[in-house]
C-alpha cells in the first residue's frame, strides 16, 4: 500500500457512520422492549391471580365439590376429575388417529394426487378454525344427532380431540418427516416391507416428537372452555362423572367461569385458585413435553 | 464434434458382433441398443458371451436389456445393455449425473420408492425377470443388497443393526450366530466384539460404513450392491473397505459406483463407463453406457474416446 493510500484505509477502517451505529443499537433494544412488554402483562397477571388464589388453595379445596352458596365449603374435585377424564379418553382418541393420519400423508399418501393434497389443505386450515365451531359440530353430531351420547364426558372429549387432531397430525408429519430417508432406504434395502420399515424403523425414531405433539396438543384442550359450555358441561357438578358415557361432567374451565361470574369476592378467589391448579396442570404437561423432547430425540 | 461422429460407427460395429452371436470385439456388450429389436438373452446361446465379456467365463448375474429409466417423463437412463457376473466386482464410473446410481437402483427395485420412477428394458437376475409382476420387490432386496453412499446406520444397538434384516425377514437359527458371522464377514468383529449392545452412532464412519456392510450381509444376498461405499471415508477406511470386498466377492457380485478412478482400477474386474448424453432436439441430459470391458482393458486402452478422455482425466 502506498502512503497515499494509508488516510483513505483508515478512514475506511474506521467504519460506520454514527447513523448505523445508532441503528445497531436501537434495533435489539426495540426488540428487548417487545419482550419486556409481553413479560410484564404475563408477571402482572400471574401475580394478580397467585394473590387471589393462593390463600384458597389447601387439601380440601381438591376434594370438595363446588358449591353456590357456601363458599368456605366450595371445592374443586368434580372439575378437576373431569378435566383428567377429558384429558385421558382425548389422548386415547388423537393418539392412534393422529398418529395414523400422519403415516399415512407422510408414507403412504401420494402428493401429486388432487385428494391428498385437498386433505393436506383441510388440515392446515381446521388447526386454525374456532373452537366454538367444533363446539357446534360436537353439539350436533355428538351429544344430539347421530351419536346421541348426550352430555357426557365422552362427547366432551371427543369434541376435544377433534378440535386438537390437527395439531396432533402437523406435529407427528413433522416428526416423520425428520427420520431420514437414508434409514428407511437401509431397512427397505434389507428386505424390509414399508409396513416392517414404518413400525420398527420411523415410528420409533418418530416416537418422541409425536408423544410432544400429543402433550402439546392436550395442554391446548385442557383450557378450552367455550367447546365445552356449548357440548354441555355442568357448572356446578356435585358429583363426580363416573361413568364416562352416562353422567354429566365438569371441567376446571368451565367451573373457573362459573365462579368468575359470580358477583361475590369469595367465589372469585375461588376462582383464582382453581386457575392456579389449572395453570399448575399446563405447566406439568409442557414440562413433559421438554422432558421427552431432550431425553429421547434423536440426534441423526 | 469427434464424438459424435464416432457414435454411430462404434454402435453399427456393435450390432454386427452381436448378430454373429456375441462373440465380436469389446464393444459388443456395451453398444448394444440403439435400434436393436431383439436382445442377445432372448437366444440362450448368446445370454453368457452376448452381454458379459467372453473372455471371463462366469455366469452372469445379472443380463440388462434395453433399460430405460424415467423419473416422470425424463430420462434419466437410456437404454442400457450388459451382463453382470457372478462373484466378480463390477464398477461403474463417469461423470455425476450420468446415472449411475439410477443404474444401480434398478438392480434391486430401490427405484420403486421413488413414486415418479418408471423402469422399462428387462433386467434378469440368474434369468428371472426383476420387474416381472409376479416378482415381489421386497424378496428382491433380500438376494441383493445394498450399501450407500452415506454410513446410514439405525439408531439402534450394533447388534441390532445386524440383527435387523434377518428378524424382519423370519430368518432362523441363533441370532447371536447370525450376528457375529455377519460381522465377521464385515471384518469389524474384532473391534466390536466387547461393545455389541453400545449405539452405532458411537462408532467412526469408516466402522459405520463397514456395520452398513455387514448388515447387508446378515442376510446372506448374492449380490451387494454399492453406491460410493467410500466417498464419505478417509483412505485407510477407505482401504480397509476395498480389502473387504476382495474377501467378499469369494462369494458374492459386488457392483460398485465410484467417482475415485484409482479405486475401480484397483477393486474391480469389469468396468462400465456411463456418460451423460445431451439430446439436441429437447436439451434433456440421460446417461447411456459408453462402454464395459475388462477394467484393466478400460483404463489402459478402452475403445471409446470419450472413456479414454474421462479415465485419463482429460474430462470429469
Known sequence: MSVAEAPVARAVVRGASSGARVREILFPAALLMCIAFA????????????????????????????????????GIQSALVGTLLLMAVCAVFIVPVGTATAIYLEEYADNNRWWNRLIEVNIQNLAAVPSIVYGILGLAFLVRGPLELGRVVLAGALTLGLLVLPVV????????????????????????????????????????????????????????????????AAAFARFNPNDLTND???????????????????????????????????????AGAIYLRNRFEQKW | MKQVTERPESSSEGRSAESAAGAGPVPAGTQTGNGRTTG?????????????????????????????VRYGDKLAVHDVSFGIEERRITALIGASGCGKSTFIRSLNRMNDLIPSATVDGSVRYHGQDLYASEVDAVLVRKRIGMVFQKPNPFPKSIYDNIAFGPRVLGMDGDMDEIVERALRRGALWDEVKDRLKTNAFGMSGGQQQR??????????????????????????STGRIEDLMFELKERVS?????????????????????????????????????????TEKVFTNPSDERTEAYVTGRVG
Request: glycine content about 6%; some cysteine; charged content about 15%.
Open chain 1, 39 to 74: 413479560m410484564l402483562a404475563l408477571v402482572v397477571l400471574l401475580v394478580d391471580v397467585a394473590v387471589d388464589g393462593i390463600p384458597v388453595l389447601s387439601a380440601d379445596f381438591l376434594t370438595r365439590f363446588p358449591s353456590q352458596i357456601f363458599p368456605e365449603r366450595s
Open chain 1, 169 to 232: 397430525i402437523i406435529v407427528g408429519r413433522e416428526a416423520i418427516r425428520a427420520v431420514p430417508s437414508s434409514i428407511r432406504e437401509g431397512s427397505m434395502a434389507l428386505g424390509a416391507t414399508q409396513w416392517q420399515t414404518i413400525w420398527k424403523q420411523i415410528l420409533p425414531g418418530a416416537l418422541p416428537g409425536i408423544a410432544t405433539g400429543v402433550i402439546l396438543a392436550l395442554s391446548r384442550a385442557i383450557g378450552e372452555t367455550a367447546p365445552l359450555i356449548v357440548v354441555g
Open chain 2, 40 to 68: 442377445p438373452g432372448t437366444d440362450p446361446a448368446a445370454a453368457g458371451g452376448g452381454t458379459a465379456k467372453p473372455s471371463l467365463d462366469t455366469p452372469p448375474v445379472f443380463e440388462i436389456e434395453n433399460l430405460n
Open chain 1, 248 to 286: 354429566p361432567f365438569s371441567a376446571l374451565p368451565i367451573q373457573i367461569l362459573a365462579w368468575v361470574q359470580d358477583p361475590q369476592d369469595e367465589f372469585r378467589a375461588l376462582a383464582a385458585g382453581a386457575i392456579l391448579v389449572l395453570l399448575f396442570l399446563l405447566l406439568l404437561m409442557n
Open chain 2, 254 to 294: 459386488i457392483v460398485i459406483v465410484t467417482h475415485n478412478m484409482q479405486q475401480a482400477a484397483r477393486v474391480s474386474d469389469m468396468t462400465a463407463f456411463f456418460t451423460v448424453v445431451v439430446d439436441e432436439a429437447s436439451g434433456h441430459r440421460h446417461g447411456e453406457v459408453v462402454e464395459y470391458d475388462e
Open chain 2, 211 to 236: 456395520l452398513c456392510i455387514a448388515r447387508a450381509l446378515a442376510t446372506d444376498p448374492d449380490v451387494i450392491l454399492m453406491d460410493e461405499p467410500a466417498s464419505a471415508l478417509d483412505p485407510i
